[in-house]
């Protein structure tokens, strides 16, 4: 099972960047996005599930935007209204199961990609 993320990138304040996260090897029943900034702890982001139910964390709700491409194995992120704030390594997971959806334990992950935005 491979998660390999794509995307990430220096933009500036208020810009936008679309995060794609490949999958193969396996089929999930979840998929989330998750995020790391230096010296914090990991953060959920946002999740769908096989039947497209989405869910967003607080600090990215109306900004981001969670969706999936059955055909091409593919999880997208679309980040609109980017903050200096939002900097940081980004991660997409999945899992066969649905456990606590969605804040649930992740099986699989990506290596994540970096995000930069600048003031």
């Known amino acids: 099972v491979q998660l390999v993320e794509s995307g990430g990138g220096l933009v500036q304040a208020r810009g936008s960047l679309r995060l794609s996260c490949i999958v193969s090897?396996?089929?999930?029943?979840?998929q989330a996005w998750y995020r790391q900034a230096p010296g914090k702890e990991r953060e959920f982001l946002s999740a769908i599930t096989w039947n497209e139910r989405t869910a967003y964390a607080d600090s990215v709700k109306g900004r981001f935007t969670i969706s999936k491409d059955n055909a091409k194995n593919t999880v997208y992120l679309q980040m609109n209204s980017l903050r200096p704030e939002d900097t940081a390594v980004y991660y997409c997971a999945g899992d066969q199961k649905l456990q606590g959806w969605p804040f649930q334990r992740y099986k699989y992950w990506g290596q994540g990609t970096l995000v930069t935005v600048s003031s």
């Open positions: 090897g396996q089929t999930f029943g979840s």
